[in-house]
């Protein structure tokens, strides 16, 4: 058992450096020496990766991978050790095939390394799998044990066949068959309707290759070239393509496949199919790949493309916030921004054009119903000071807990908020008048940092766990810091740089910190709750690979932005020095 859960173990760093190992050069995106040549033109979604990352990257994960691997290993074990006094031979075989099939012996035999690279991407609905093999490769021998694995300890019939001159193997029932296939130097992995010709298993196979590839077709590079996409990665997911799926007249392979899910796209009236056509436009694709990549960090971006006029009324919501997004070294920085009159206006906008064309499909009934009702929400008055809102950034510490009292709150907590607002001294004013306690507090707008004075109860450990607290305010912001170094964090996000227009959202998490306090908690937690359980050993492992991830992650940064393009996901992680 200790043997097969070790190679297991050790399997896991080869397919990390696989999984990440690949990304490329802008002319890979329209080379049909790459994987790509397989990939239609046409394809509703692909994700292609066509060169090796730097070593260092792998390394990187490598690293990471084998502390995942240790988990992984002991929490299988401790839960096979339970099924084995249960009586669960079954559960052996399968463990005993899952170790056949993620052994590092097998993964080289196979020739995945970290050269490999690999697509995955849509031929019609059907998704296939392509990888790259070393050309020293054992496929076929490996693909023989794996099949006596599956016959002999699975019970099931592994058929061999071809088409095309391409060898396969697959398995399965009168419905569905998992297809692998081993063309040279390749591996393909896919799963189709048993009621498949030759005709469509060579196209999806890639024995007959597309007439126009999305190499040929160039799209990849435009989208890497219009995003500053490094081409390492790049993802498509083409929602107006995919959405016709379903209402077009099919082609032969999505045909028995949609016949085969029970879909007729015949039961939609022309007017729905159109509706939801129109529908599809408005979001029409998702785009993501890696924008940056170098020894301090990696950076990408997912982007939902939206309509010119959806993607600027969302554009126009975000405000000016200082300090949202802003460069900081506390454990979570989070926050956003928004002008709420152009929260109405987007609203009002969408409703004024489901009037204008209002939704005939009986399937948009009960929206096309509902707009009078957004109609009474968005006229109702809100008190002044909402609508002088702009949004808040925040920070947040835990700078030590008390892991003898597990329940209890964090010690020496420090927390600091600075909320945006075009009528500060409105705010107060109103705020004085509704609580004579914050009226005591004589709290101006001068700019200058104060502490404040709390009174009772909130000057008591127990009731506040902050202990001291700071007041600013100008007339576009007021804020609070708490904590012993509350009047640091509060002057860090007052003296921070307004946000980028396009912020609608901000977060930060300083990974290194986390971690080590996840595994801090973990193990004096287990010391508490598990001493003597063999459930230790599980839990020493969880503490090891948070002390792992611990040494690979620095902080992670996700903004969430409404730009003229559409909604924007900026990720930014920086890695351990």
């Known amino acids: 058992m200790t043997q097969r859960l070790t190679r297991i173990r050790s399997a896991l760093p080869l397919l990390a450096s696989f999984l990440v190992g690949c990304g490329g050069g802008d002319s890979l995106l329209t080379s049909n020496d790459t994987l790509l040549r397989y990939v239609p033109a046409d394809t509703p979604y692909v994700l292609a990766a066509v060169e090796p990352l730097p070593d260092d990257y792998v390394d990187m994960y490598t690293q990471y991978m084998e502390s995942v691997g240790e988990m992984i290993q002991l929490g299988m074990q401790s839960a096979l050790e339970e099924m084995g006094a249960a009586g669960?031979?079954?559960?052996?075989?399968?463990?005993?095939?899952?170790?056949?099939?993620?052994?590092?012996?097998?993964?080289?035999?196979?020739?995945?390394?970290?050269?490999?690279?690999?697509?995955?991407?849509?031929?019609?609905?059907?998704?296939?799998?392509?990888?790259?093999?070393?050309?020293?490769?054992?496929?076929?021998?490996?693909?023989?044990?794996?099949?006596?694995?599956?016959?002999?300890?699975?019970?099931?019939?592994?058929?061999?066949?071809?088409?095309?001159?391409?060898?396969?193997?697959?398995?399965?029932?009168?419905?569905?068959?998992?297809?692998?296939?081993?063309?040279?130097?390749?591996?393909?992995?896919?799963?189709?309707?048993?009621?498949?010709?030759?005709?469509?298993?060579?196209?999806?196979?890639?024995?007959?290759?597309?007439?126009?590839?999305?190499?040929?077709?160039?799209?990849?590079?435009?989208?890497?070239?219009?995003?500053?996409?490094?081409?390492?990665?790049?993802?498509?997911?083409?929602?107006?393509?995919?959405?016709?799926?379903?209402?077009?007249?099919?082609?032969?392979?999505?045909?028995?496949?949609?016949?085969?899910?029970?879909?007729?796209?015949?039961?939609?009236?022309?007017?729905?199919?159109?509706?939801?056509?129109?529908?599809?436009?408005?979001?029409?694709?998702?785009?993501?790949?890696?924008?940056?990549?170098?020894?301090?960090?990696?950076?990408?971006?997912?982007?939902?493309?939206?309509?010119?006029?959806?993607?600027?009324?969302?554009?126009?919501?975000?405000?000016?916030?200082r300090g949202l997004g802003a460069a900081t070294d506390a454990l979570m920085s989070f926050g956003m921004s928004f002008d709420i009159p152009a929260v109405r206006a987007f609203a009002n906008a969408r409703l004024d054009a489901i009037e204008a064309d209002p939704f005939e499909c009986e399937s948009f009934a009960d929206l096309q119903q509902a707009v009078p009702l957004g109609r009474l929400y968005l006229s109702q008055p809100l008190p002044p000071f909402v609508d002088?809102?702009?949004?808040?950034?925040?920070?947040?510490?835990?700078?030590?807990?008390?892991?003898?009292?597990?329940?209890?709150?964090?010690?020496?907590?420090?927390?600091?908020?600075?909320?945006?607002?075009?009528?500060?001294?409105?705010?107060?004013?109103?705020?004085?008048?509704?609580?004579?306690?914050?009226a005591s507090l004589n709290l101006t707008t001068d700019g200058q940092i104060t502490p404040l004075d709390l009174p009772v109860p909130f000057n008591d450990p127990s009731v506040n766990p902050f202990g001291d607290a700071y007041f600013v305010a100008t007339d576009s912001e007021m804020g609070v810091g708490l904590g012993e170094n509350g009047e640091v964090r509060l002057g860090e996000l007052m003296s921070a740089p307004a946000s980028d227009p396009s912020t609608f959202m901000a977060m930060s998490l300083d990974l290194g910190a986390y971690y080590g306090l996840m595994a801090d908690t973990i193990e004096n937690a287990a010391v508490l709750d598990l001493a003597g359980d063999p459930q230790m050993a599980v839990i020493g492992s969880m503490t090891d690979m948070m002390r792992g991830m611990q040494d690979v992650f620095s902080r992670e940064t996700v903004d969430i932005q409404f730009t003229d393009r559409g909604i924007e996901m900026p990720i930014r992680l920086e890695l351990a020095p």
């Open 88 to 321: 669960s031979p079954d559960a052996v075989e399968a463990f005993d095939l899952l170790t056949e099939l993620t052994s590092p012996e097998t993964i080289a035999a196979i020739g995945i390394n970290r050269d490999s690279t690999y697509a995955i991407y849509g031929v019609g609905l059907l998704p296939v799998m392509r990888v790259t093999l070393a050309e020293d490769n054992d496929i076929k021998s490996v693909l023989d044990r794996i099949e006596s694995l599956i016959e002999n300890e699975g019970g099931v019939d592994v058929v061999a066949a071809s088409v095309g001159g391409l060898p396969y193997r697959y398995f399965g029932d009168d419905e569905a068959r998992l297809i692998i296939a081993q063309p040279a130097n390749e591996l393909v992995v896919t799963m189709v309707p048993a009621s498949f010709g030759d005709a469509e298993l060579q196209s999806v196979l890639g024995a007959d290759l597309p007439n126009e590839s999305i190499a040929d077709s160039g799209r990849l590079a435009e989208i890497a070239d219009e995003y500053g996409f490094t081409s390492h990665m790049v993802a498509l997911m083409d929602i107006e393509r995919l959405t016709a799926k379903f209402l077009d007249t099919p082609s032969n392979t999505d045909a028995v496949l949609l016949d085969l899910m029970g879909y007729d796209a015949g039961e939609l009236s022309a007017v729905c199919r159109n509706e939801i056509r129109s529908l599809a436009g408005a979001a029409p694709s998702i785009v993501s790949g890696y924008t940056a990549l170098d020894s301090d960090a990696m950076e990408m971006n997912l982007v939902v493309e939206l309509r010119e006029d959806i993607a600027q009324g969302l554009a126009s919501i975000p405000a000016s916030v």
């Open 388 to 438: 002088s809102l702009k949004g808040f950034a925040a920070t947040m510490d835990f700078n030590d807990i008390d892991f003898a009292a597990i329940d209890s709150m964090p010690t020496d907590m420090e927390a600091s908020v600075l909320i945006a607002s075009s009528d500060v001294q409105g705010l107060l004013a109103m705020a004085s008048a509704l609580d004579p306690t914050i």
